[in-house]
């Protein structure tokens, strides 16, 4: 398993942008695929984003796709999500977990990181 920890969220003003971080601990952080998920207050926890190991495969939610970009820097053992057009709705903890399959189901990650608050005002 790998050790998460995310970073970079915020208050931002619906509209703007925020970029998070991860950052993972493991030498074996480039076989793992790498997800972002969100959990809004009172709501279950959805899928946001993934990255596929190689980096060549991404994946979004229907509700952020044009709006956020999934990267990865596995020389740096970094994740990143950066969330641009921000709403309201994406008011949530972000949560990055990893996981050996090729998958959005969040059951299938098996490493999670403690997650970041992102509050968006109207």
């Known amino acids: 398993q790998v050790q998460l920890v995310e970073s970079g969220g915020g208050l931002v003003q619906a509209g703007g942008s925020l970029r998070l971080s991860c950052a993972a601990s493991?030498?074996?952080?480039?076989?793992?695929?790498m997800g972002w998920f969100r959990q809004a207050p009172g709501k279950e926890r959805e899928f946001v984003a993934a990255?596929?190991?190689?980096?060549?495969?991404?994946y979004y939610a229907s509700s952020v796709k044009g709006r956020f970009t999934i990267s990865r820097d596995n020389a740096k053992n970094q994740v990143y999500l950066q969330m641009d057009s921000l709403k309201v709705e994406d008011t949530a903890v972000y949560f990055c977990?990893?996981?050996?399959?090729?998958?959005?189901?969040?059951?299938?990650?098996?490493?999670w990181g403690q997650g970041t608050q992102v509050t968006v005002s109207s």
């Open positions: 493991g030498r074996t952080f480039s076989r793992y695929h």
């Open positions: 990255i596929f190991w190689s980096g060549g495969n991404t």
């Open positions: 977990a990893a996981g050996p399959g090729e998958t959005t189901l969040l059951s299938e990650y098996t490493s």
